[in-house]
């Protein structure tokens, strides 16, 4: 998204991970990896990627979403479809 | 030449419906994940996480879709008081019998004492109930049945290629039935149904044999896309999301339960709604899945005669449905 930030990105995914799976905010920095530091699971994923899609304007197919690794791969993937 | 066409007369009408009994049946055989999991590569605890499942039914090889249908109507009759001779219609949904022909319906009717009965089957997959439940109750008013048994009857287990794990360890058998007649009061709400063909190749028979279902896009759909049709259906009872006493959600997968939970809540939904969570014990039964969970419910007194329910149904089709009833 050309007008929005990572910084802002990263905020806002942050909000929807810690409304979804209850992980703090704080805790939702780049180099995490969602399933191996963030705990969280497939369907979880879903759900972050349908409340992002609706936060940033993007899509994120589920081919695409399993590609979403890293806190870092989502900015950049929210950044470059936005 | 000038011909006077004849009119024709029309059944009388009636204002309204209700449901006037329920009653189910689960197979004897109780199938743990941990037997699952010594023939395909999972886990207890996997299952129970992502889908919320403990143990689930399978039916023997002599017990047919077609004995538990008959098994969980004749429940519903004794619970509403009624004999076989005050039924005139019959309507088994289901998408797990053995063949197209002979359908269900004519056969569980004869052998529930319903004579002559006006029976057929109705496959709207897991949203069969639903779907079912609205049409007997628009039959009924429209004068073309009588007292209607609506019946959601399924033997998956026959359709499971039991070393996939995205189904087998979902899908189950079961019945559950509801007796409707007229009614002073409406306490059967207008049916919201629709569906989304677009997305049929995301569950479907392979080869027809073997159930396959994209998870993930099943998931999506039905977190994102039920809730509003839930909303849509109390909005058609005339009601608002703070009167539902009780949601009663196809039993999918329990992460899809509390979602529609969630969203339900986020739009005025009572914290204190009941949400039917059936699936722990009974696994994903389709059709079968509304009618079980209410019965059980009310065996449990967690619910009671005159609450106010949601009922909603989604699944392959994809297809929905959904309406508000009072309780019986
Ligand atoms: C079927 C369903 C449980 C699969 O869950 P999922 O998270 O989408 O599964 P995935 O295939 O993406 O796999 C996620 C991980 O779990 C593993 N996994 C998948 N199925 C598994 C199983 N049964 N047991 C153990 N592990 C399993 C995968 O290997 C993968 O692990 P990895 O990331 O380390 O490779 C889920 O998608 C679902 O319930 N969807 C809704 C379906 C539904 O309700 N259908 C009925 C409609 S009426």
Known sequence: MADVSNEEILKGLGEIVEEVAGVAADDVSLEKSFVDDLDIDSLSMVEIAVQAEDKFGVKIPDDELANLKTVNDAVEYVSKNG | MTSTRPTLRLNPVVAATRILGVGSVRPERVVTNDELAQTMDTNDEWIRERVGIIERRFAGEDEKLVDMAVTAGSKALADSGLAPSDIDSVIVANCTM??????????????????????????????????????????????????????????????????????????????????????????????????????????????????????????????????????????????????????????ANLRIVEAIAKRLRASGGRADMVVADDIIYSGNTSSASIPMALDHMRAAGRVHRGDVALLVGFGAGLSYAGQVVILP
Not at chain 2, 114 to 123: E, V
Not at chain 2, 140 to 150: C, D, E, F, H
Not at chain 2, 220 to 240: D, H, K
């Open chain 2, 98 to 251: 053995p063949s197209p022909i002979p359908n269900a319906a004519a056969q569980v009717a004869d052998r529930i004492g319903i004579a002559a009965s006006g029976a057929f089957d109705l496959n709207a997959a897991c949203a069969g109930f639903c779907y079912a439940l609205g049409v007997a109750s628009d039959l009924i008013k429209a004068g073309s049945a009588g007292r209607t048994l609506v019946i959601g009857a399924e033997k998956l287990s026959d359709w499971l290629d039991k070393t996939d794990r995205s189904t087998a360890i979902i899908f189950a058998d079961a019945a559950g039935a509801a007796v409707v007649g007229p009614a002073e009061q409406p306490e059967i709400g207008p049916v919201v149904w629709g569906s989304a063909g677009d997305l049929v190749d995301t569950i479907y028979m392979r080869e027809h044999k073997y159930l396959y279902q994209e998870g993930q896009a099943v998931f999506r759909w039905a977190t994102t896309q039920i809730a509003p049709i839930a909303l849509r259906a109390i909005e058609a009872a005339g009601l608002q999301p703070a009167d539902i006493d009780v949601l009663i959600p196809h039993q």
